[in-house]
Nanobody, 127 residues
Framework: QVQLVESGGGLVQAGGSLRLSCAAS????????VSWFRQAPGKEREFVAA????????SYADSVKGRFTISRDNAKNTVYLQMNSLESVDTAVYYC????????????????????WGQGTQVTVSS
């Protein structure tokens, strides 16, 4: 099973940017689709963005579309989440999750589809 470690979180002012990284180990991530989820205090974890094996297929939650970009560098075994124009509502713990698929073009927006999760990284946006 692949192990995932998130990094890049921190405190940023509203309107600022952060880039989160999800580094994989144990297996090459090139045959895994990866998704980002987040959980704000007192709320359920929610889908943020997803990317297929090659990066050709991506999906975003409506709340982040146009502001966040998911990408991957399989040579570095890492998936990224570039977050721009951050708002206070983006404050949450961000998690990456990976699932192996038999072919490219697959990804998932459902928590239940993932068994490999990172420990999370805190993002705090001050207004």
């Amino acid at each position: 099973q692949v192990q995932l470690v998130e990094s890049g979180g921190g405190l940023v002012q509203a309107g600022g940017s952060l880039r989160l990284s999800c580094a994989a180990s144990g297996r090459t991530i090139s045959s895994y689709a990866v998704s980002w989820f987040r959980q704000a205090p007192g709320k359920e974890r929610e889908f943020v963005a997803a990317i297929s094996w090659s990066g050709r297929s991506t999906s975003y939650a409506d709340s982040v579309k146009g502001r966040f970009t998911i990408s991957r560098d399989n040579a570095k075994n890492t998936v990224y989440l570039q977050m721009n124009s951050l708002e206070s509502v983006d404050t949450a713990v961000y998690y990456c999750a990976a699932r192996r698929y038999p072919a490219d073009s697959y990804y998932s927006r459902r928590e239940a589809d993932f068994s490999s999760w990172g420990q999370g990284t805190q993002v705090t946006v001050s207004s």
